[in-house]
């Protein structure tokens, strides 16, 4: 008796996951659905915006694949916090409506970064140095007052931004947040942005998170944040990827060693350059190509579909995938590292159509 009904549940339980493994083989792309339908069960979907693309036609687009946002600048310190007595709302208010209107998740970015700080935030009004003192209570007085004033509106911050060392023989960077804190600014960051909103989850947030000696720096950062019990929720990996890297095992293996530390992971800023991954500006070269053949869009959409398989089977790990801005029309990488040499990163072409990478990034 025992046995029997354990067969049939057993066998219930089949009937079940065939059933349910046929509903997503058989779900058919189609034009009227979005990348947060197709990915409902498994995280938001997300992407980067300035104000310029939540109106028009990127607009529409936004509303249909998208249910979570970044501001792509306008919450950065130098925007938002231009002067020491003057901050800057206009902009990332406008953000956080169109979100609240349109039922979409806000990720805030970022609370504190090396670049696109204010000039006025390490002198003081003699134009010298600040002390370490006088820094955190900057820094204090900035996080609360933007936390705050965005308190249950946004759900997650970038606290910290790229705090480790480019150089593999250095450990921090040495910004002047460290000339000036040493390291003591990373935890300070996370604790005031925990007491400004004791419900937003903090990430700390950086690049080329899957090269295995960056990952090992990284890990040892976190790892000494979990240890110091640092208010930290997460890690995100920017994901500003390329044809070239990650590798299907060096993103596995960075996942695996994130969330070892029992943190969540979100993929912050997606995007997946045509171009081998370089640092410094430079000018575009003399009859250096910037064409999209069909054999790159190919590899890119190859690309694509493994990262996403990779997510899908991470999906008790990763609480959001981020794309950095909207569609080919417009990217950072246009300008960056080359300036005038452009990218074709993501999934919409520069008409908002979908790509070979869309197609494959929503079959399975
Ligand atoms: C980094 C930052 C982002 C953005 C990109 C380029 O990844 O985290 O805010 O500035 O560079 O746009």
Redesign the pocket.
Known sequence: MKTSSFSIRKLTLAALLVGSAGLVSSQRPTADKGLKDYYKNYFPVGV?VGRQSIQGAEGELIKQHFNSITP??AM?MGPIHPEENRYFWTDADALVDFAQKNKLRVRG??LL?H??TPKWLFKDAQGKQVSKEVLLQRLHDHIFTVVKRYKGKIYAW?VV??AIADNPQEFLRNSEWYQICGEDFIAKAFEYAHEADPQAQLFY?D?NTERPEKRERIFKLLKKLKDAKVPIDAVGL?G?WSLQEPTEAELRQALDQYASLGLKVQI??LDVSIYPWEKERRAKRPGESDAYTPELEQKQAAQYKMFFKVFRDYKNVLTGVTF?NVSDKYS?LDT?PVAGRKNYPLLFDQNQQPKKAYWEVVKF
């Open positions: 980067a792509e600048n950065k970015h970022n970064w670049e696109q970038d931004n790229e947030n690049y920017q500003h912050t800023e950095w950072w960056y």
